[in-house]
């Protein structure tokens, strides 16, 4: 079992439309959690760290559930510009910061049409 | 302007002959890290360095090098570069205690 799975998608849906991603993740002493946004040839970009009570930042909203060792994303109205793919990254390095050991998920990837 | 440089961007060689991808980052950052990304496997880690003359293996350490002599630069070196090796390299660095990885803009090799 992978330590971080995503659904690949594609997911292809039209302006407007709500869409979600979740992401499981194998190791329950994960510490923090994050959703990149890479664009094609492009670098991952931070779109959102997710914290335990959840988050939310404009159209995007994370959740984090550590029983069922998930997180997800939720794009609200979603724009052409939102086309891209999303990565899901773990960490559990015992400090609890963003630095050490990550895992990325594989990436879903999104396609926000007409 | 705050940034992670990589060179070269593209690189096409043969089996066997030593090659080193540099990074180096601006921001003071003590934490960078190399990345490798492939169809279907999403991006792994090879090595990570915590600062200077601290470095550890990720994921998929095996057939590379790093080095961490100053802190803004953290080469990767490939002794013996195969094909198996043919991907897309991220450098990555980050300030300790903050949230987010800053990328170069990637490295596409092909060992032929």
């Known amino acids: 079992r992978k330590e971080v799975e995503q659904d690949p998608g594609p997911f292809n849906v039209p302006e407007g439309a709500t869409v979600a991603f979740n992401c499981t993740y194998s190791n329950s002493a994960s510490q923090s959690f994050f959703w990149y946004r890479q664009d094609c040839r492009k670098e991952p970009k931070l779109l959102m760290s997710?914290?335990?009570s959840g988050n939310e930042d404009g159209r995007f909203t994370a959740q984090l559930n550590r029983a069922s060792q998930y997180i997800s994303l939720l794009i609200r109205d979603s724009k052409l510009s939102d086309s891209a793919t999303y990565l899901c990254?773990?960490?559990?390095?015992?400090?609890?910061?963003?630095?050490?050991?990550?895992?990325f998920g594989q990436g879903t990837i999104l396609t926000v049409h007409p | 302007e705050a940034q992670v440089t990589q060179n070269p961007r593209y690189l096409i060689t043969v089996t066997g002959k030593k090659l080193t991808v540099t990074c180096s980052q601006n921001m003071n950052h003590e934490y960078m890290s190399w990345y490798r990304q492939d169809p279907g496997l999403g991006l792994r880690q090879i090595y990570y360095s915590m600062n200077v003359e601290v470095t550890d293996k990720g994921d998929v350490p095996e057939g590379y090098k790093v080095s961490r002599k100053e802190k803004r630069n953290f080469p990767l070196i490939l002794e013996s570069p195969s094909p198996n090796q043919t991907s897309l390299y991220f450098c990555?660095?980050?300030?300790?205690?903050?949230?987010?990885?800053?990328f170069g803009p990637g490295t596409r090799l092909t060992v032929l």
């Open positions: 997710v914290y335990s």
């Open positions: 990254v773990v960490n559990w390095d015992a400090g609890g910061t963003s630095y050490g050991k990550l895992t």
């Open positions: 990555a660095s980050l300030r300790v205690g903050g949230d987010t990885q800053y």
